[in-house]
């Protein structure tokens, strides 16, 4: 893909406000626009030409993403990211998107009493990744990188994925529309919509024998090169470790079901705070997945039934498999949810705080980061290289 100049987005006129984080493939930067301060400050991901490894095809995958986030722009999605603009010098290709100052949902979990979620908190959470992962599979992708660190927290409180280097086009499988078996009265519903319990009814975690581990966090794994052309199933081995289906271990082929596997790992990880199949080393890991059947805690509730059916071995007993998200919209975790009013809750969980700071002039030039990463650096002068003459 050829990514033209935008005239939205002018490095010269951007002003690095802090690095919210590093890849393999680039960095991003909290950016403030001294051209535009109404729409400030977003983020920037910044991808060094110089540096890229040609091994793992960074390149390509980089202009993959900016691809898709192209595409998720027109039409635009609440739950998933709007590209701002783009554009490409000799050094650098650059593109824009809202900043989430909420951090991501590992960030989010970790501040949680006994680093978990509430059954109820876990339902919101869900419901906007499904839509998310539904809008996605509808336009044919699939994202294969489903993590917490890749669920952002908008400012609104409501999430957003991004990292779509690892994404793909398959051939979409068309699937019957979800349909609300009690329409609501649009008139009525208006009444509620502040109330986040009146879209989440409230359920009461059983907390007992709760365990409390870290999950691993990995990098992506990849056998072979990336391919993103069009196609039924893909046989790339892509993905982060804790989070691959099995079909992808087992090298068969998969299709639009290992998101839904990945939604089921985040959400046991969501209630028990580490995942279900990490083992010592990658080896046991992926013979967890393979063999293993996750361990659940407590009763069986409608989650644990959700997670189990969401983390079937055989991806064609798996939920979502035949109907997409239509099929887990319809389990009974999800009674309740009205899934047409979800951006309308005002009073999500968490609502980050507002910094102030962070919108004023200042910063650093992007530019010069980057000259500096690649500065050798100064050796301080060694007492024996004082002159003669100073004796």
């Known amino acids: 893909m050829e990514t033209t100049p935008s005239p939205e987005v002018d490095l010269d006129n951007l002003r690095a406000i802090k690095v919210l984080g590093k890849g393999a493939m680039g960095t991003v930067f909290l950016v403030h626009d001294r051209s535009a301060p109404a729409r400030c400050p977003f983020a920037l991901k910044v991808v060094d030409k110089s540096t890229l490894d040609t091994k793992l095809d960074a390149d390509r995958r980089a202009r993959w993403e900016l691809s898709v986030l192209s595409r998720l722009s027109d039409p635009t999605h609440p739950f998933l990211p709007t590209l701002i603009g783009s554009f490409e010098t000799h050094d650098f290709l650059c593109w824009a998107v809202p900043y989430c100052p909420g951090g991501d949902l590992n960030v989010l979990r970790y501040r949680q009493t006994d680093r978990v979620f509430s059954p109820t908190v876990i339902r919101f959470y869900l419901a906007e990744i499904v839509c998310a992962l539904e809008h996605l599979h509808t336009m044919g992708i699939v994202y294969r990188d489903l993590k917490p660190e890749n669920i952002l927290i908008q400012q609104s409180g409501h999430v957003t994925l991004t990292d779509f280097d690892l994404s793909r086009t398959l051939i979409h499988r068309p699937v019957n529309t979800f349909s609300d078996p009690e329409p609501e009265n649009p008139v009525v519903r208006r009444r509620h919509r502040r109330n986040f319990t009146r879209f989440f009814p409230i359920a009461i975690p059983d907390k007992k024998g709760l365990k409390k581990a870290k999950s691993a966090r990995v990098s992506p794994?990849?056998?072979?090169?990336?391919?993103?052309?069009?196609?039924?199933?893909?046989?790339?081995?892509?993905?982060?470790?804790?989070?691959?289906?099995?079909?992808?271990?087992?090298?068969?082929?998969?299709?639009?079901?290992?998101?839904?596997?990945?939604?089921?790992?985040?959400?046991?990880?969501?209630?028990?705070?580490?995942?279900?199949?990490?083992?010592?080393?990658?080896?046991?890991?992926?013979?967890?997945?393979?063999?293993?059947?996750?361990?659940?805690?407590?009763?069986?509730?409608?989650?644990?039934?959700?997670?189990?059916?969401?983390?079937?071995?055989?991806?064609?007993?798996?939920?979502?498999?035949?109907?997409?998200?239509?099929?887990?919209?319809?389990?009974?975790?999800?009674?309740?949810?009205?899934?047409?009013?979800?951006?309308?809750?005002?009073?999500?969980?968490?609502?980050?705080?507002?910094?102030?700071?962070?919108?004023?002039?200042?910063?650093?030039?992007?530019?010069?980061?980057?000259?500096?990463?690649?500065?050798?650096?100064?050796?301080?002068?060694s007492p024996l290289n004082v002159s003669l003459t100073e004796f």
């Open 221 to 381: 794994v990849n056998r072979r090169k990336p391919s993103f052309a069009s196609g039924e199933r893909s046989n790339s081995f892509v993905g982060t470790e804790e989070y691959v289906a099995p079909e992808v271990v087992r090298g068969e082929g998969h299709e639009f079901a290992v998101d839904w596997w990945a939604l089921g790992v985040l959400t046991y990880e969501m209630l028990y705070g580490t995942t279900p199949f990490k083992g010592k080393n990658r080896k046991e890991t992926f013979r967890n997945i393979l063999i293993k059947n996750p361990e659940f805690i407590g009763k069986r509730t409608d989650l644990i039934d959700l997670i189990g059916r969401l983390l079937e071995k055989d991806p064609t007993r798996r939920l979502g498999y035949n109907r997409g998200a239509c099929e887990i919209k319809e389990h009974k975790f999800f009674r309740g949810v009205k899934w047409d009013l979800l951006t309308e809750v005002l009073r999500p969980p968490f609502l980050p705080a507002r910094d102030e700071a962070e919108l004023t002039d200042g910063g650093f030039d992007i530019r010069d980061y980057f000259t500096k990463l690649k500065s050798p650096p100064s050796v301080p002068a």
